[in-house]
């Protein structure tokens, strides 16, 4: 191991810092519903809202990669954690949308922020993924090989969405979060609980490609919807309840509830499984539709920076989406 200076570890690791960006400007429901109008898809705001309380999303222009967005989420956090570049010895993107095959967009980021340093990978569990990524790296940093991970959910959703579909395009949108995660003497990220059933990959998922340079099969997202929506209110509460007993607390100690924003109705169904008074719950989807992987580390910058999570505060981050996977971590701020 290359950093063998670091053995020994940390018995924590902390978020010490977190970010979020949004390419562009909003595109409401009545914009969408107009643009879509002119290709002979049919929706309203008015569907959109009641199903999803989904209002607007961010769709990146053409020449805006994933790791672009990844990069100005991670500057945020690296600033808000006052960190420099060449402290960051790991770098995890969670992302379904990557720049390109390969490279990793963890290795692309790396580049873009100048840094020389340390690993980098692609976490790949779609809507789980930031759950995914900061289990991996905190078990990373409590293992001594690494001190300062950057963990970024990232993605470019809207380059794979079937704009025919009006079942699933007009749910998604574009975005980054990002948190630095660092080694603690004292407690910061408390319990996680991985999980994946690949049975049901069927119900969500872009089952296209690569062939002889051509994407092939169907490139687009695709998702029953109502599979989905029962399955996820069933694994937030029972990986929310697993991590509360790792950490031996009850539900009403946690301070703030922020699930995967896929959709308000989910959210609020999980609170409400789990005893939570809504005015716990954060809620972002309504501001930027689903961003997948970025969604979970968005919401957390959202609630710390318009002042509701505060340092202490026990905050559950959930994930849950394709694969089938989900994910959830407790953690202290
Ligand atoms: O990120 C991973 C996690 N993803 C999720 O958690 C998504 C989970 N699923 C959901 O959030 C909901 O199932 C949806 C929002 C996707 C759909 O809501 P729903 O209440 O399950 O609606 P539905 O699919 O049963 O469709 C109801 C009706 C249908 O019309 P009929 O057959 O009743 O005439 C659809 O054709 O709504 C119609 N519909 C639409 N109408 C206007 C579907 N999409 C649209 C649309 N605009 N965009």
Redesign the pocket.
């Known amino acids: 191991m290359a950093n063998s200076h670091l053995q020994g570890g940390a018995p924590f690791s902390r978020i010490v810092g977190t970010g979020r960006f949004l390419p562009g400007e909003p595109v409401t429901n009545d914009a969408l519903a107009q643009r879509l109008a002119g290709h002979g898809v049919?929706?309203?705001d008015a569907?959109?809202q009641e199903?999803?309380g989904i209002t607007q999303r961010y769709l990146a222009s053409a020449e805006v990669s994933c790791s672009d967005l990844a990069v100005n989420a991670a500057r945020i956090a690296m600033a808000d954690a006052g960190i420099g570049a060449d402290q960051i010895d790991m770098i995890l993107v969670a992302t379904s949308t990557p720049d390109m095959i390969f490279p990793s967009t963890a290795c692309l980021v790396q580049k873009k922020l100048g840094i020389t340093q340390g690993a980098a990978f692609d976490v790949q569990a779609v809507?789980s993924g930031f759950v995914y990524a900061l289990a991996t790296a905190d078990l990373f940093i409590r293992a001594g090989k690494a001190r300062n991970a950057l963990v970024i959910g990232a993605e470019v959703f809207s380059r794979i969405l079937d704009w025919n579909d009006?079942?699933t395009c007009?749910?998604f949108g574009d975005g980054a979060g990002a948190v630095v995660l660092r080694a603690s003497q004292t407690p910061g990220v408390l319990a996680h609980r991985l999980h994946a059933r690949g049975e049901y990959e069927g119900i969500?998922r872009t089952p296209g490609q690569i062939s002889h340079g051509n994407a092939t099969g169907h490139p687009f997202l695709t998702?029953d919807?109502?599979a989905?929506?029962k399955l996820?209110v069933q694994v937030l509460e029972s990986s929310a309840r697993e991590v509360l007993s790792d950490a031996q607390m009850q539900p009403d100690q946690v301070d703030w509830l922020i699930p995967?924003q896929?959709?308000v109705r989910?959210l609020q169904f999980t609170a409400k499984r789990l005893g939570l008074p809504l005015s716990k719950l954060v809620v972002t989807v309504d501001q930027h539709g689903?961003t997948?992987a970025a969604s979970v580390p968005m919401a957390l910058d959202v609630a710390r920076r318009d002042g509701r999570v505060q340092p202490g505060h026990h905050v559950l981050l959930q994930g849950?989406?394709?694969g089938f996977t989900w994910g959830a971590a407790l953690v202290r701020m």
Request: proline share 0%.
């Open positions: 049919e929706t309203s569907w959109i199903r999803t809507c009006r079942g007009v749910l969500l998702m919807g109502q989905v929506f996820a995967h896929a959709n989910i689903n997948s849950v989406g394709g």
